[in-house]
Nanobody, 132 residues
Framework: QVQLVESGGGLVQAGGSLRLSCAASGLTSRWYAEGWFRQAPGKEREIVAAISWSSTTLYYADSVKGRFTISRDDASRDSAKNTVYLQMDSLKPEDTAVYFC????????????????????WGQGTQVTVSS
């Protein structure tokens, strides 16, 4: 059974940084992409960043480009466990949300789905609050 556990959220002042981690276990698909999403109160869930199985294709939402960086511990990519990170710098109050990591089974090691409907497993989320 696939399990995703996020950590690293918290309260930070505007301009500060946080690093989110997502520990994934039970992965059995040959190829899978992984992504970070967020949902603020009263707003729809939106994709923040995603990384292909190959780690060569990255996606960032326009709102976070140049400030957030997604990465993965590739040493563990071929095992049933891995860890995906989201480094968040120059944080803004509008980044305040619950952040979720998710995995998507993929037929293409270069594929990066951006629609949450294409993701199969989700973590429980971690709160990020940026004060002004």
């Amino acid at each position: 059974q696939v399990q995703l556990v996020e950590s690293g959220g918290g309260l930070v002042q505007a301009g500060g940084s946080l690093r989110l981690s997502c520990a994934a276990s039970g992965l059995t698909s040959r190829w899978y992409a992984e992504g970070w999403f967020r949902q603020a109160p009263g707003k729809e869930r939106e994709i923040v960043a995603a990384i292909s199985w190959s780690s060569t294709t990255l996606y960032y939402a326009d709102s976070v480009k140049g400030r957030f960086t997604i990465s993965r511990d590739d040493a563990s990519r071929d095992s049933a466990k891995n860890t995906v990170y989201l480094q968040m710098d120059s944080l803004k109050p509008e980044d305040t949300a619950v952040y979720f990591c998710a995995t998507a089974t993929s037929a293409d090691p270069l594929d990066v789905p951006v629609d949450g409907e294409n993701y199969d497993y989700w973590g429980q989320g971690t709160q990020v609050t940026v004060s002004s």
